[in-house]
Nanobody
Framework: QVQLVESGGGLVQAGGSLRLSCAASGRTFRNYAVGWFRQAPGKEREFVAAISWGWSGDNLESADSVKGRFTISRDNAKNTVYLQMSSLKPEDTAVYYC???????????????????WGQGTQVTVSS
C-alpha cells in the first residue's frame, strides 16, 4: 500500500495562488493513479483533478470548474504529485485531499470510491 501526506494549504486572497503537494511513501507512485478532491462545509466531496500513467506518457483530467486555473503534475523522483492553483476564488475554499489507487494504464477515476488510499487533507481558505 501507499501512505499519502498533503501540504501547502493556507489562507490566500481571491486571485492568489497556492501549490499543494501530495507526498507518497511505502510504494512508488509509478503504477498508481492519483486524484485531488475537495470538500467544503455542508457539501459532498467533489473531484478536482487526476493523473495516471500511460504507455507513452501521463494522462490528465480535471473538473470543468477548475480548468484553466488548476494544474496537476507529478515528480516521480520525489514520489510527489502537485496541484498548482491560480486565480483562486472564494468558492474554492475547502479541505483538499489527495487519493491514490493501483491502476492500469490510462485510468482516471472521478469518484471518491474509485480510490483506495487517502491523505489527511489540507485546508485552503480563499478570502474575498
Amino acid at each position: 500500500q501507499v501512505q499519502l501526506v498533503e501540504s501547502g494549504g493556507g489562507l490566500v486572497q481571491a486571485g492568489g495562488s497556492l501549490r499543494l503537494s501530495c507526498a507518497a511513501s511505502g510504494r512508488t507512485f509509478r503504477n498508481y493513479a492519483v486524484g485531488w478532491f475537495r470538500q467544503a462545509p455542508g457539501k459532498e466531496r467533489e473531484f478536482v483533478a487526476a493523473i495516471s500513467w500511460g504507455w507513452s506518457g501521463d494522462n490528465l483530467e480535471s473538473a470543468d470548474s477548475v480548468k484553466g486555473r488548476f494544474t496537476i503534475s507529478r515528480d516521480n523522483a520525489k514520489n510527489t504529485v502537485y496541484l498548482q492553483m491560480s486565480s483562486l476564488k472564494p468558492e474554492d475554499t475547502a479541505v483538499y485531499y489527495c487519493a491514490a489507487v493501483l491502476s492500469g494504464a490510462y485510468y482516471l477515476g472521478r469518484r471518491a470510491t474509485d480510490y483506495s488510499y487517502w491523505g489527511q487533507g489540507t485546508q485552503v481558505t480563499v478570502s474575498s
